[in-house]
């Protein structure tokens, strides 16, 4: 069992930046694939980011590539999401997820573990 709990999120000026948290307890987040992902007003939720241990690659959405930064700390068991160069458009509710098995670290499903989510605001 692992617990998520996100902090970060705020109102913010189109341009700027802010870095979400998401701190675990539980267990050790270091054989969990840890993904990020939003829901924007109306819409479903989508993927946004994750840090693949097996590979230690990160994946992101082509919609942050280049402005957004997902990174983890296993020793203080959290990971965080830096986003910068925010748009109106990255609006919504930003939720850390986790999941240790097999799966397509894409796909809102694969995820077994989800935090309570942190409203993001982006102003223009």
């Known amino acids: 069992q692992v617990q998520l709990v996100e902090s970060g999120g705020g109102l913010v000026q189109a341009g700027g930046s802010l870095r979400l948290s998401c701190a675990a307890s539980?267990?050790?987040?270091?054989?969990?694939?840890m993904g990020w992902f939003r829901r924007a007003p109306g819409k479903e939720r989508e993927f946004v980011a994750a840090?693949?241990?097996?590979?230690?690659?990160?994946y992101y959405s082509g919609s942050v590539k280049g402005r957004f930064t997902a990174s983890r700390d296993n020793a203080k068991n959290t990971v965080w999401l830096q986003m910068n160069s925010l748009k109106p458009e990255d609006t919504g509710v930003y939720y850390c997820?986790?999941?240790?098995?097999?799966?397509?670290?894409?796909?809102?499903?694969?995820?077994?573990?989800w935090g309570q989510g942190t409203q993001v605001t982006v102003s223009s």
């Open positions: 840090d693949n241990w097996r590979d230690s690659q990160t």
């Open positions: 997820a986790a999941y240790s098995n097999s799966g397509n670290l894409y796909d809102v499903g694969t995820y077994d573990y």
């Open positions: 539980g267990s050790t987040i270091s054989s969990y694939v």
